[in-house]
């Protein structure tokens, strides 16, 4: 069975730091370009990362220089390390990943397998 699994989300305070682990079970992720997407209440999800198997990046305006994408072939797991929080950060989070693109896209019509969420409140 092909699966995602999320973990690492939770209530820290604005500047705080989390980290995201997406654990894949089924496939490869090395074969993959993976991204994080989130989507909070009432609005459309937005990409915030990506990585292709050869390690080229891709990051969202928003999250860029507090946010890092990191994959580890080896756990099959991929992380996002989420550093200076903001309460606009609040949202679910989701792992997923593209096996028919190589290159690093956010555009999610491409990601094929995607995780069950885990929720990030930024908040005081």
């Known amino acids: 069975q092909l699966q995602l699994v999320e973990s690492g989300g939770g209530l820290v305070q604005p500047g705080g730091s989390l980290r995201l682990s997406c654990a894949a079970s089924g496939f490869t992720l090395a074969h993959y370009v993976i991204g994080w997407f989130r989507q909070a209440p009432g609005k459309e999800r937005e990409g915030v990362s990506c990585i292709t198997s050869g390690g080229s990046t891709n990051y969202a305006d928003s999250v860029k220089g507090r946010f890092t994408i990191s994959r580890d072939n080896a756990k099959n797991t991929m992380y996002l390390q989420m550093n200076s929080l903001k309460p606009e950060d609040t949202a679910m989070y989701y792992c997923?990943?593209?096996?028919?693109?190589?290159?690093?896209?956010?555009?999610?019509?491409?990601?094929?397998?995607w995780g069950q969420g885990t929720q990030v409140t930024v908040s005081s």
């Open positions: 997923a990943a593209a096996r028919f693109v190589h290159i690093a896209t956010m555009d999610h019509s491409w990601y094929d397998y």
